[in-house]
């Protein structure tokens, strides 16, 4: 497989290898890589069953994805290295199911493509090279890299954390104390993390001078497996198919939709998406064929999903360039507010008795808006909702909601442990090399 800018045109540029796209992470001319061109999977994956487990499908899979790079062998060595854990596949009745994707150690589905990452990572890198990984980290994602990365051959997790509590991070991960961490905080924002992840990659003499890449969603390395689990929800569930699948989709920078999207193109025969938004409904007018504008950013307590401008909106743009009429069958949009997450909370609860955390109750409530729309083709269709979060991490919010108690595994209730970073800096450049050099 190789990539492509989204800014690429026509055979105007070259593709690269998926190492490259991997390990550069943003192409030297602007936009985001995006696949080249997809193999057709089916013979690959419509042979599995119930019973394979996670790290066989990704073994089996990989290695004709990434055919001259990842051999079965290696393969198989960042499957098993990566993946001590598994989705699981929930059938609730004839119209519903959920995959659980929070049995990760911190609790949420980014666990999959950050293990993947740091896995493939360390077998694509030769021996006495190092690369550092920069990534914009806040609430649990930066504990998810700086585990999935830590005692890797070959990688420092530079972690840029904004203004605010750091949680879960253990010292002896630090490079100071022998590990491969370096978490430094920012004075400003989230987004100023981002952008100085960005301004750093693109600034070649820095960039190679660390062998920068990143952990975040920019980079593919990132999104392209957790297509895997859409495959894993399918083969699980396709014995007890009867009509049409579709998947249900917590949107917010869209790159779990881009990764369904990419399972698709595999040959998943699925027949479309829900993409569920809260109240902001970033991309709604965009899914129903208009204009992308950026809209009024609104709070709301399914907070992930709090985007007014999708970091994946150029991907998700391309797929709709190819194939504009395909993309309008294969998207459904559907925006949910604040009240209908808290009653499909309570609903979920009283008739299935499985507990949902907002992010996950945003996805139940836009598969079953989709489900109940005739005029959308989806009676009689079987919807499959990602489960992004584990409900223990809005325990509060979804024990008040359901009338019930919410268990909090130990992995989580350790990930509160204060910690303090290496460094606090301004958002600028020359400010984070001098914090990265004095941390060694």
Same mark, same amino acid.
């Not at 309008?328 to 299935?352: C, E, G, H, Q």
């Given at each position: 497989?190789?990539?492509?800018?989204?800014?690429?045109?026509?055979?105007?540029? &070259?593709?690269?290898?998926?190492?490259?796209?991997?390990?550069?992470?943003?192409?030297?001319?602007?936009?985001?890589?995006?696949?080249?061109?997809?193999?057709?999977?089916?013979?690959?994956?419509? !042979?599995?069953?119930?019973?394979?487990? !996670?790290?066989?499908?990704?073994? &089996?899979?990989?290695?004709?994805?990434?055919?001259?790079?990842?051999?079965?062998?290696?393969?198989?060595?960042?499957?098993?290295?990566?993946?001590?854990?598994?989705?699981?596949?929930?059938?609730?009745?004839?119209?519903?199911?959920?995959?659980?994707? !929070?049995?990760?150690?911190?609790?949420?589905?980014?666990?999959?493509?950050?293990?993947?990452?740091?896995?493939?990572?360390?077998?694509?890198?030769?021996?006495?090279?190092?690369?550092?990984?920069?990534?914009?980290?806040?609430?649990?994602?930066?504990?998810?890299?700086?585990?999935?990365?830590?005692?890797?051959?070959?990688?420092?997790?530079?972690?840029?954390?904004?203004?605010?509590?750091?949680?879960?991070?253990?010292?002896?991960?630090?490079?100071?104390?022998?590990?491969?961490?370096?978490?430094?905080?920012?004075?400003? &924002?989230?987004?100023?993390?981002?952008?100085?992840?960005?301004?750093?990659?693109?600034?070649?003499?820095?960039?190679?001078? !660390?062998?920068?890449?990143?952990?975040?969603?920019?980079?593919?390395?990132?999104?392209?497996?957790?297509?895997?689990?859409?495959?894993?929800?399918?083969?699980?569930?396709?014995?007890?198919?009867?009509?049409?699948?579709?998947?249900?989709?917590?949107?917010?920078?869209?790159?779990?939709?881009?990764?369904?999207?990419?399972?698709?193109?595999?040959?998943?025969?699925?027949?479309?998406?829900?993409?569920?938004?809260?109240?902001?409904?970033?991309?709604?007018?965009?899914?129903?064929?208009?204009?992308?504008?950026?809209?009024?950013?609104?709070?709301?307590?399914?907070?992930?999903?709090?985007?007014?401008?999708?970091?994946?909106?150029?991907?998700?743009?391309?797929?709709?360039?190819?194939?504009?009429?395909?993309?309008?069958?294969?998207?459904?949009?559907?925006?949910?507010?604040?009240? &209908?997450?808290?009653?499909?909370?309570?609903?979920?609860?009283?008739?299935?008795?499985?507990?949902?955390?907002?992010?996950?109750?945003?996805?139940?409530?836009?598969?079953?808006?989709?489900?109940?729309?005739?005029?959308?083709?989806?009676?009689?269709?079987?919807?499959?909702?990602?489960?992004?979060?584990?409900?223990?991490?809005?325990?509060?919010?979804?024990?008040?909601?359901?009338?019930?108690?919410?268990?909090?595994?130990?992995?989580?209730?350790?990930?509160?442990?204060?910690?303090?970073?290496?460094?606090?800096?301004?958002?600028?450049?020359?400010?984070?090399?001098?914090?990265?050099?004095?941390?060694?």
């Amino acid at each position: 497989m190789q990539f492509r800018s989204t800014k690429s045109e026509g055979s105007s540029k &070259t593709p690269v290898s998926f190492k490259e796209a991997v390990l550069r992470c943003l192409p030297p001319e602007g936009g985001l890589y995006v696949p080249a061109s997809v193999l057709d999977m089916r013979q690959f994956f419509l !042979y599995m069953d119930e019973h394979t487990t !996670y790290p066989e499908l990704v073994a &089996t899979v990989a290695p004709v994805l990434l055919q001259g790079e990842l051999n079965p062998f290696s393969a198989s060595r960042v499957a098993e290295s990566a993946f001590d854990f598994e989705p699981e596949l929930k059938q609730l009745d004839e119209r519903f199911s959920i995959l659980t994707l !929070y049995n990760g150690p911190t609790g949420v589905f980014k666990d999959f493509g950050v293990a993947f990452l740091a896995s493939v990572v360390e077998e694509l890198t030769k021996i006495g090279s190092r690369i550092m990984v920069l990534s914009a980290a806040r609430g649990d994602t930066g504990v998810g890299i700086a585990q999935a990365f830590y005692k890797r051959r070959n990688s420092i997790a530079a972690l840029l954390y904004p203004s605010g509590p750091i949680r879960g991070l253990k010292p002896e991960t630090f490079v100071p104390n022998g590990g491969n961490c370096i978490p430094i905080q920012v004075r400003g &924002t989230y987004d100023d993390c981002q952008r100085l992840v960005i301004e750093s990659i693109n600034d070649r003499p820095f960039a190679e001078r !660390y062998s920068l890449t990143t952990a975040n969603g920019l980079n593919p390395g990132r999104l392209l497996p957790q297509a895997f689990y859409y495959l894993y929800g399918f083969i699980k569930l396709k014995k007890v198919l009867q009509g049409d699948l579709f998947f249900s989709v917590p949107c917010g920078n869209f790159g779990n939709l881009i990764s369904g999207l990419y399972a698709w193109k595999f040959g998943m025969p699925v027949k479309g998406f829900v993409a569920a938004m809260n109240a902001n409904d970033a991309c709604g007018e965009f899914f129903r064929g208009k204009e992308f504008k950026a809209r009024r950013l609104i709070s709301t307590l399914s907070p992930a999903l709090d985007v007014s401008v999708p970091s994946n909106y150029d991907r998700l743009s391309s797929f709709y360039e190819e194939s504009p009429a395909v993309m309008r069958n294969m998207v459904f949009p559907s925006a949910i507010d604040d009240r &209908t997450t808290l009653d499909t909370i309570a609903r979920v609860w009283k008739r299935y008795g499985v507990l949902l955390d907002p992010h996950s109750a945003v996805a139940f409530a836009g598969a079953e808006r989709c489900a109940d729309q005739q005029d959308m083709s989806c009676g009689g269709a079987h919807f499959v909702v990602l489960a992004t979060g584990h409900p223990g991490k809005e325990a509060g919010l979804v024990s008040k909601a359901a009338g019930a108690e919410v268990p909090i595994p130990e992995k989580l209730a350790k990930l509160q442990t204060p910690g303090e970073p290496l460094a606090f800096i301004d958002p600028q450049l020359d400010a984070l090399e001098a914090a990265i050099a004095s941390s060694f």
